[in-house]
């Protein structure tokens, strides 16, 4: 069974595994269509936007909570993200997260929980 086959809706706390959840967090996002790096390819990267005062182009990925600033118009969302945390849950996927199943999403949840903690803790995600 796969998730698509239930009834469509995303509990509570897990609404970031959609990308259009995502893309809502990029309404700030200092990169227009004319980039590489739009609000759209990063949230299909699985970042989300998360400024702070002194930059305004952080995106940090859900899953592996990885950190990203200092954005260029031509850099490549996916490209980044494989370049600096290759070993991320989320860029395994190959397929939309409504096509996975009930096994591959809690295994992406799990990656997911174990890099919360170690984000929370250490400070630096393991992959």
Not at 36 to 41: E, F, G, H, L, W
Not at 52 to 61: G, L, P, T
């Amino acid at each position: 069974m796969s998730l698509a086959e239930g009834k469509g809706q995303v509990p509570a706390g897990l609404e970031l595994y959609l990308k259009e959840k995502r893309l809502s967090t990029f309404t700030q996002w200092p990169f227009v269509s004319d980039c590489s790096c739009t609000a759209d390819r990063m949230a299909e990267a699985g970042f989300i936007h998360c400024p702070i005062e002194n930059a305004s182009d952080v995106a940090r990925c859900f899953i592996c909570f990885k950190e990203l600033e200092g954005w260029e118009p031509d850099d490549d969302p996916m490209e980044e993200h494989h370049k600096h945390s290759p070993n991320c849950a989320f860029l395994a996927l190959q397929k939309d997260i409504c096509d996975l199943t009930v096994e591959e999403f809690m295994e992406l949840r799990k990656e997911r929980m174990k890099n919360l903690i170690v984000s929370i803790t250490c400070k630096e995600p393991l992959t």
